[in-house]
């Protein structure tokens, strides 16, 4: 079965320009996160969705944060516009419902300069 | 603030002993704790948990640990094997309307030497 997916693995840009992560959870999931992996920080939850409602985006830094989940098989997570300081791994998560554990895709390891 | 701690940054062991990873919680509300296992360019995979209406938790060569008195939990792995070098996170969860909130350690990183 495939796990979480997550496009694209790698993405280098110039600060101000806009940044789409993407994400397709496991199929038959109804629960998605979104977090964010830094030196100082750890991995911190940006935005979780349950059944393609955003329930809780609290860990959503700034504006310039947004994320979206159109349907069941897709989301994407915005950076506009984008600052060296958003440089970081960015991980989608998916869970059978909120109480099972989640199910990590591979990252996406954005660079800003 | 961070509410989930795991204070050694690395710990390195010899193929065949034992690896005890630890991890110290704040939050008396979180009631269901995680490992995860991280290898570099993946995503974190799961590993084992454990409630805290229990002590202790095992999978194989793998066993958690809780003492909710002193709000730590370690995990044991014996024996150890190279294949499990890799980063270990500890994650916490409450229970409630935001049961599905995890809030991880930074990570131990495991090195088991041949």
């Known amino acids: 079965d495939a796990g979480v997916i997550q496009s694209p693995r790698h993405e280098v840009t110039e600060m101000g320009q806009e940044v789409t992560l993407r994400c397709k959870p496991i199929s038959g999931h109804n629960s998605l996160f979104w977090y964010r992996q830094t030196m100082m920080r750890g991995l911190e939850l940006l935005i979780y969705?349950?059944?393609?409602?955003?329930?809780?985006d609290s860990g959503m830094p700034e504006d310039r944060f947004s994320a979206k989940m159109p349907n069941a098989s897709f989301s994407t997570l915005k950076i506009q516009p984008s600052e060296p300081r958003d440089s970081a791994v960015y991980f989608c998560a998916s869970s059978f419902s909120d109480y099972y554990e989640q199910y990590f895709g591979p990252g996406t390891r954005l660079t800003v300069t | 603030d961070q509410q989930v701690k795991q204070n050694s940054p690395s710990l390195s062991v010899q193929e065949g002993r034992i690896s005890i990873l630890n991890c110290d919680y704040t939050?008396?509300?979180?009631?269901?704790f995680l490992w995860y296992k991280k290898y570099p360019a993946e995503g974190p995979t799961f590993l084992i948990s454990?409630?805290?209406?229990?002590d202790k938790n095992e999978d194989g060569r793998f066993t958690v640990f809780l003492n909710k008195s002193a709000k730590h939990l370690s995990l044991h792995i014996v024996p150890s094997q190279p294949g499990d070098s890799a980063v270990y996170f500890c994650a916490a969860r409450g229970s409630g309307g935001s049961n599905y909130k995890l809030t991880f350690g930074k990570g131990t990183l495991l090195t088991v030497n041949p």
């Open positions: 454990i409630s805290s209406i229990k």
């Open positions: 969705f349950n059944n393609n409602v955003p329930i809780d």
């Open positions: 939050n008396s509300m979180f009631d269901y």
